[in-house]
């Protein structure tokens, strides 16, 4: 990717609250000022869902070396669509649907591009896309594996409610699909996690997933 977008400095504002609702509803303030044309707020936008973003990408693509791009792709969508941000969802919803996109578009070119080589060790392939180093790599390696197994579209309701917070409400409008669907996608995943846990048979996880 060519254009690379700095992750600023936390501006002098004040602190993020642990609150969900709370943080939703600054982070939301915040994106209507960046609209505005208020640069620190901008500022204050990324700072706040960084995280966040580069988290569910991660759980969603292919390539988790590429979080950090994928997370810079959505951002730059972010800005340049800003103009049509009005707040009706919160910023954080709004922000992962444009995330959402991103790795799906990620997907098509990674689809398109020849490939180059094999890889028939997988298992050091993904050892070595981890970002060792980072306080809980263990527990985050753990994870991932687990996460891998179920198939896309509940994985991605289980990161994006039991990870990431966001309710069932909001993760239907980031996948437009229904709020039953949701539910049942979340469900599943949940089955399917704890047979994994408890050391279930591949077979049953499958048909659990």
Do not use: K
């Not at 501006?11 to 939301?28: G, K, N």
């Amino acid at each position: 990717m060519n254009t690379t977008l700095p992750i600023p400095r936390a501006p002098q504002l004040p602190s993020v609250p642990r609150d969900r609702t709370a943080e939703d509803a600054i982070a939301t303030a915040w994106a209507l000022a960046a609209r505005r044309g208020d640069r620190q707020a901008a500022e204050a936008f990324i700072r706040c869902l960084h995280r966040d973003v580069v988290r569910y990408v991660a759980h969603l693509s292919a390539d988790p070396q590429s979080a950090e791009d994928l997370a810079q792709d959505t951002f730059l969508r972010a800005l340049r669509t800003l103009h049509r941000f009005e707040g009706r969802s919160s910023a954080r919803t709004w922000l992962l649907a444009i995330a959402r996109r991103a790795v799906i578009d990620d997907f098509r070119r990674a689809a398109a591009r020849p490939l180059l080589a094999d890889t028939d060790d997988w298992r050091t392939t993904v050892e070595r896309a981890q970002p060792i180093g980072l306080p809980g790599f263990e527990d985050g390696v753990a994870l991932r594996q687990l996460l891998s197994a179920l198939p896309h579209d509940r994985r991605q309701a289980f990161v994006l409610t039991q990870l990431l917070g966001l309710s069932y409400a909001e993760t239907a409008q980031v996948t437009g699909c229904p709020v039953g669907t949701v539910r049942s996608r979340v469900a599943r995943a949940r089955t399917a996690l704890t047979a994994q846990l408890e050391g279930g048979e591949p077979e049953a996880i499958a048909r659990t997933a």
